[in-house]
């Protein structure tokens, strides 16, 4: 057995170790200032990859950031797949996505950033969190848990108001994140049709351990 990689598996590793490079730039840039405005070798700099480099992988800034937005709303949709594996209960799914996303606002301040900054534009998007939610709704419509509801309008609402707890935690940091993420948990299992008593202890029920 070859002791070492194929030349053509090793330049396609280093390939995506390129392309990986210039999206982690982009989504640095992103969660700092949220400006696009950077040269192409600045990011080449910053992602420490030559500047012809940037054109084997991306023909533009803009296919570049959209990248690095689509990359962080997938990571954001991949933590909560696995860290809320265990939860059956699809108004309890909803209350733990509110609290965990007020929390990562510190465990994760990069990626909420960039959600913050970028999230309004990607509320019915394909990839991220978007695609899960319509997932919870639908799988507490056709259970009875919720009632019955357009998708597109609960995901509206739903997205709006997580995208605001995001917003609050990061201007008002002062805030108890974990009392505002349940309060609004709460106020959207009642907009879905969970009762008001049952809405808050669902959205107080110990949380997964997220550390």
Same mark, same amino acid.
């Given at each position: 057995?070859?002791?070492?990689? +194929?030349?053509?598996?090793?330049? $396609?590793?280093?390939?995506?170790? @390129?392309?990986?490079?210039?999206?982690?730039? =982009?989504?640095?840039?992103? =969660?700092?200032?949220?400006?696009?405005?950077?040269?192409?070798?600045?990011?080449? /700099?910053?992602?420490?990859?030559?500047?012809?480099?940037?054109?084997?992988? #991306?023909?533009?800034? @803009?296919?570049?950031?959209?990248?690095?937005?689509?990359?962080?709303?997938? /990571? #954001?949709?991949?933590?909560?797949?696995?860290?809320?594996?265990?939860?059956?209960? +699809?108004? $309890?799914?909803? =209350?733990?996505? #509110?609290?965990?996303?007020?929390?990562?606002?510190? !465990?994760?301040? /990069?990626?909420?950033?960039?959600?913050?900054?970028?999230?309004?534009?990607?509320?019915?998007?394909?990839?991220?969190?978007?695609?899960?939610?319509?997932?919870?709704?639908?799988?507490?419509?056709?259970?009875?848990?919720?009632?019955?509801?357009?998708?597109?309008?609960?995901?509206?609402?739903?997205?709006?108001?997580?995208? !605001?707890?995001?917003?609050? &935690?990061? =201007?008002? +940091?002062?805030?108890?994140?974990?009392?505002?993420?349940?309060?609004?948990?709460?106020?959207?299992?009642?907009?879905?049709?969970?009762?008001?008593?049952?809405?808050?202890?669902?959205?107080? &029920? +110990?949380?997964?351990?997220?550390?």
């Amino acid at each position: 057995m070859p002791t070492s990689a +194929p030349p053509s598996n090793r330049f $396609e590793r280093r390939r995506a170790e @390129t392309r990986g490079a210039l999206i982690r730039a =982009a989504r640095q840039i992103l =969660a700092e200032t949220g400006e696009t405005g950077v040269s192409i070798q600045a990011i080449a /700099e910053r992602a420490d990859v030559g500047f012809g480099s940037f054109y084997n992988h #991306f023909d533009s800034k @803009t296919e570049l950031f959209e990248a690095a937005v689509v990359d962080a709303l997938e /990571e #954001f949709g991949r933590t909560f797949d696995e860290r809320l594996r265990g939860i059956d209960d +699809p108004a $309890e799914l909803v =209350a733990a996505g #509110f609290r965990y996303s007020a929390r990562m606002a510190d !465990s994760h301040p /990069e990626l909420m950033q960039i959600l913050r900054r970028r999230g309004l534009a990607r509320i019915h998007s394909d990839n991220g969190l978007a695609r899960r939610a319509l997932r919870d709704v639908a799988v507490g419509v056709d259970s009875g848990r919720f009632t019955a509801v357009d998708p597109t309008a609960a995901l509206t609402a739903l997205g709006g108001t997580l995208l !605001s707890l995001i917003e609050l &935690r990061f =201007a008002r +940091p002062d805030l108890d994140g974990d009392e505002a993420s349940s309060a609004l948990a709460e106020l959207a299992l009642r907009m879905l049709g969970v009762p008001p008593a049952e809405a808050h202890e669902v959205a107080r &029920r +110990p949380l997964p351990d997220l550390t």
